[in-house]
DNA sequence: TATCGAAATCAAAACGTTTTGATTACCAGG
DNA sequence: CCTGGTAATCAAAACGTTTTGATTTCGATA
């Protein structure tokens, strides 16, 4: 590998007048400078990131987590973060968490010891996890992505009022009876996704008769195995009130796997029962009926996700150093409690071909 | 930070004895390695990663190129490949080339800068691109994932079986009018697939009257547009052998745009046009109708590049004293061309409802 | 003319590791 | 009792950069 002694030597100059002729923090004659920018290219020269990051203590590299990329959702999103990183000449290290609270504790460590710039972060289960936070107290900047979590910087959209939307329309359409698949139990995305359809359906004016709750993982399987599961339980056998006539899952796997399963059971979406999904993966469009869903702006979110981080990186609001300044900001003057940046995002309603009004009943 | 010069001074030993703790490449008495161990887990000691590949010219880390995380069949494979690497010790930078050829000779620098080990390469567009020859060329191992490229090592399925697979399928079903819809026109697997879709229409009997083929991206939006528009040129108006009885999509995103705009144009799927994907993605088995698809063993060839790889790269395979030692081969003995391994794994054909016996000639 | 500051350059230290002699102490074998 | 080898440890060099304090030269100012 060719080194920036071996350019030094190429020019006839020594290694520091290199390194200004790159980084510009220095005059130097354009003579000078031509002849190591020639020999720069004559070499094929590359700075090595590794001896640099030594002496800048910094890799401008981020951590990614993230609990499940073959999810689309997880996916477009990565990507967008990934771009959105690379702009501004960070690298980024994919790290699969697989919702294994274990495996997120080991990529930790290991992204630690990469010195890593910033964290970005994809909670998978119940939150908040240990590790996560041993590395936010060592002084490196997370922001978490898709989830609400109380002391950690985070951007999101809205998502009790996706759920409320939804809520009005299903009960504007007639819903009483619902049957809500969530994800991990506890997780913010999905209380808030719950608790807004709670409202959204007081608002529409009907206080729901019935509204059956399951939890499981944000999965295309989970969807597909709660309603087997129900119809055996007969759920979907019961008259009147106790029937569902519409199933909320709370992402759009699940609503993906739910659909194949009410075909299975010979149940027809919307006719003889509705369904919603979140997060507004491309496939909602395409797959028939086409799902009634709530957009996230998925993009969005993404790179404000990673402007946030950077911005705190680069305000130097990281370093082990926190705790002596805040140590020093007590002794002066009345402690000003930190700000944790929540960014909120908006979320749009798209309303399609898998909801309709309820069937007359039975 | 701490650094081992701390944890040497909190054992009362030298920096060397701690690296040789942790290496265990000396022996060192057991109340020393107590000691020193102790003093790690007091400080909370972690090694830089940065330090560790400066002086050993190896950051374990691999560069993974891949054009399309939304699409979940990239999404997958880059999950199981992350996996596989990380369970080997070795972590990924994620670079979405998004199709651009710049984009990717600019990953491509950056990922020699930062000394990856390896390259795990997804191509884009049509093969080869020159950043990444040059890259070879600078000793660096390569991996080419899902794609054949000659001189350079691969792991892929076999296209040609699948494409003839779904050929004798659609051929004993009777179908002589097809309409493909390609990838990017002229990468191998779009070509692979195609001529195997010929050999396997007349193995099961039917040199096709008609096949019509449209070449493009990847990408669902292809597959919606490309119908739209051999509508609006009157293909599916034909009568006879002219019109097409089954659309062949060159993967799975193209056939679910497809089957969407078929859908738009009033075609039932498989009544009046059969559909097929490639890859096997998991939502193919959830819409409506299923997909009948080729599966690829995904995460098979994910880890069979990850093993390949490093196989590569832990022989000493890499580095750029290999033109120095061709050259010594080349004086000691009749040079032995280099061995290209291409690594194929077998596909499956999996049968859903999206293929019928074309309808009755109107 | 003596002084000052800026431009241009260099040498050396530092970043946090691993690796490689040296050095010491000890014990076994002749 | 000397010789060799091995266990245990240390000091120093090396990895490829950036940064900082000298040093030199030169033109402008007092």
Same mark, same amino acid.
């Given at each position: 590998?060719?080194?920036?002694?071996?350019?030094?030597?190429?020019?006839?100059?020594?290694?520091?007048?290199?390194?200004?002729?790159?980084?510009?923090?220095?005059?130097?004659?354009?003579?000078?400078?031509?002849?190591?920018?020639?020999?720069?290219?004559?070499?094929?020269?590359?700075?090595?990131? %590794?001896?640099?990051?030594?002496?800048?203590?910094?890799?401008?590299?981020?951590?990614?987590?993230?609990?499940?990329?073959?999810?689309?959702?997880?996916?477009?999103?990565?990507?967008?973060?990934?771009?959105?990183?690379?702009?501004?000449?960070?690298?980024?290290? &994919?790290?699969?968490?697989?919702?294994?609270?274990?495996?997120?504790?080991?990529?930790?460590?290991?992204?630690?010891?990469?010195?890593?710039?910033?964290?970005?972060?994809?909670?998978?289960?119940?939150?908040?996890?240990?590790?996560?936070?041993?590395?936010?107290?060592?002084?490196?900047?997370?922001?978490?992505?898709?989830?609400?979590?109380? @002391?950690?910087?985070?951007?999101?959209?809205?998502?009790?009022?996706?759920?409320?939307?939804?809520?009005?329309?299903?009960?504007?359409?007639?819903?009483?009876?619902? &049957?809500?698949?969530?994800?991990?139990?506890? %997780?913010?995305?999905?209380?808030?996704?719950?608790?807004?359809?709670?409202?959204?359906?007081?608002?529409?004016?009907?206080?729901?008769?019935?509204? %059956?709750?399951?939890?499981?993982?944000?999965?295309?399987?989970?969807?597909?195995?709660?309603?087997?599961?129900?119809?055996?339980?007969?759920?979907?056998?019961?008259?009147?009130?106790?029937?569902?006539?519409?199933?909320?899952?709370? @992402?759009?796997?699940?609503?993906?796997?739910?659909?194949?399963? %009410?075909?299975?059971?010979?149940?027809?979406?919307?006719?003889?029962?509705?369904?919603?999904?979140?997060?507004?993966?491309?496939?909602?469009?395409?797959?028939?009926?086409?799902?009634?869903?709530?957009?996230?702006?998925?993009?969005?979110?993404?790179?404000?996700?990673?402007?946030?981080?950077?911005?705190?990186?680069?305000?130097?609001?990281?370093?082990?150093?926190?705790?002596?300044?805040?140590?020093?900001?007590?002794?002066?003057?009345?402690?000003?409690?930190?700000?944790?940046?929540?960014?909120?995002?908006?979320?749009?309603?798209?309303?399609?071909?898998?909801?309709?009004?309820?069937?007359?009943?039975?």
């Amino acid at each position: 590998m060719t080194t920036i002694k071996d350019v030094a030597r190429a020019a006839g100059v020594s290694v520091s007048t290199v390194s200004h002729v790159l980084s510009g923090r220095r005059p130097i004659s354009e003579p000078t400078r031509l002849r190591v920018l020639e020999a720069i290219e004559r070499l094929g020269y590359r700075p090595n990131r %590794l001896a640099q990051g030594l002496v800048s203590k910094s890799s401008r590299s981020l951590g990614l987590l993230v609990p499940d990329l073959a999810n689309p959702f997880f996916g477009s999103m990565a990507e967008a973060m990934e771009i959105a990183a690379h702009d501004r000449g960070y690298s980024v290290i &994919l790290c699969n968490t697989n919702l294994d609270p274990k495996r997120e504790a080991d990529y930790l460590s290991m992204l630690l010891s990469r010195q890593v710039d910033g964290l970005l972060y994809f909670p998978g289960t119940r939150v908040p996890n240990r590790a996560l936070l041993e590395a936010v107290a060592a002084g490196v900047p997370v922001v978490v992505v898709d989830e609400r979590i109380d @002391n950690l910087p985070g951007v999101f959209v809205d998502n009790f009022d996706g759920g409320r939307q939804l809520g009005r329309l299903l009960a504007q359409l007639g819903h009483r009876s619902l &049957l809500f698949i969530g994800g991990p139990e506890g %997780l913010p995305t999905v209380t808030d996704r719950l608790n807004g359809l709670r409202a959204g359906l007081a608002e529409g004016g009907s206080a729901p008769t019935n509204l %059956l709750l399951r939890f499981g993982e944000y999965r295309a399987s989970h969807g597909y195995e709660t309603i087997h599961v129900c119809a055996r339980e007969g759920v979907f056998a019961a008259v009147g009130d106790e029937r569902p006539t519409a199933v909320v899952a709370a @992402n759009d796997m699940i609503a993906l796997g739910a659909l194949r399963a %009410l075909r299975e059971l010979q149940l027809q979406v919307p006719r003889d029962c509705s369904l919603t999904g979140f997060d507004g993966v491309e496939f909602t469009a395409m797959i028939t009926p086409s799902l009634t869903t709530v957009q996230q702006p998925s993009t969005r979110v993404a790179t404000a996700a990673v402007e946030l981080l950077l911005q705190r990186i680069e305000s130097g609001e990281n370093h082990r150093d926190r705790a002596a300044q805040r140590q020093q900001a007590h002794d002066d003057q009345a402690e000003v409690a930190p700000v944790i940046p929540h960014v909120v995002l908006p979320v749009t309603l798209v309303v399609r071909e898998s909801v309709a009004p309820p069937p007359p009943q039975r």
